[in-house]
């Protein structure tokens, strides 16, 4: 899809990024604006500041994206502000921890509809505009290692987001070879919230579970979106992409070199 097929250049390439406004969501969209794309973020609250870079900022449209209706016309409106939708990368997610013992279906089916479904309906609606195109369009669903090693406490998300990938992997293949589908694995993520999640060190001590040594930047993650979105991956479709550094070091084997005291 890209007219620059050996580099990652998105000049005249619009790009839509739900949950843009901060965190993981706000680097991807740096990125692409940094690499000359037009881009769309989105959230559910009007942000005090947009990601920007280089002089150029993205735009923004407040919407609940759990509403398939929400959802349908937020791709809408990117597609007649810019002409064309390229890229939709599914970011918006996540969920408080919970007790799956006495979590009630009112929070489930919330963390399910943000995780899940309104990646779903976004999809969806971006295919409608991207299989027209001559050039098609890729979506880039974010997802969590969760999908793959819960943790406690996170029965909903981890369901969810093992839902988003077998989304990934369904949809891949029904709307190849104009749109490409695929899927990012993210790890532990240094964000501005990272002591609220990691500790009060600031994830010191997570971080060495991880064989590379480090939490993930956002910048690590927003780069294999640009390479997913762009003409270096043509025939990648129906990816699962692992960024997290390695994965852990399973625990018998931290136990085992650095035992309790007795």
């Not at 680097?27 to 150029?56: N, Q």
């Amino acid at each position: 899809m890209d007219d620059h097929p050996h580099t990652m250049d998105f000049t005249g390439r619009v790009v839509l990024v739900t949950g843009g406004t901060r965190g993981l969501g706000a680097a991807i969209a740096r990125a692409f604006l940094a690499s000359g794309a037009d881009v769309m973020v989105c959230g559910r609250g009007t942000p005090t500041a947009l990601p920007s870079t280089g002089g150029r900022e993205a735009a923004f449209r407040a919407a609940d994206l759990r509403d398939p209706a929400a959802a349908a016309d937020l791709v809408a409106a990117t597609a007649e502000r810019f002409g064309r939708l390229d890229v939709l990368v599914n970011n918006a997610g996540g969920s408080p921890d919970a007790d799956a013992a006495t979590v009630s279906p009112r929070f489930v089916e919330k963390v399910v509809a943000l995780n899940l479904l309104a990646p779903f309906y976004t999809a969806q609606a971006a295919n409608l505009v991207m299989r027209e195109q001559p050039d098609g369009g890729n979506v880039i669903n974010i997802g969590s290692v969760s999908a793959h090693t819960p943790q406690p406490g996170t029965a909903a998300y981890s369901a969810a987001k093992a839902g988003l990938l077998g989304l990934t992997r369904a949809l891949a293949l029904e709307w190849a070879p104009r749109v490409r589908v695929n899927h990012i694995t993210a790890g532990l993520i240094r964000t501005e919230n990272a002591t609220a999640l990691y500790g009060e060190d600031d994830g010191a001590a997570v971080a060495d579970l991880v064989p590379m040594g480090r939490l993930a930047e956002p910048d690590d993650v927003a780069r294999t979106c640009l390479w997913l979105a762009c003409g270096l991956s043509s025939y990648v479709n129906g990816a699962d992409l692992a960024v997290h550094g390695g994965g852990e070091i399973p625990a018998r084997y931290t136990a085992a070199r650095h035992p309790s005291p007795p």
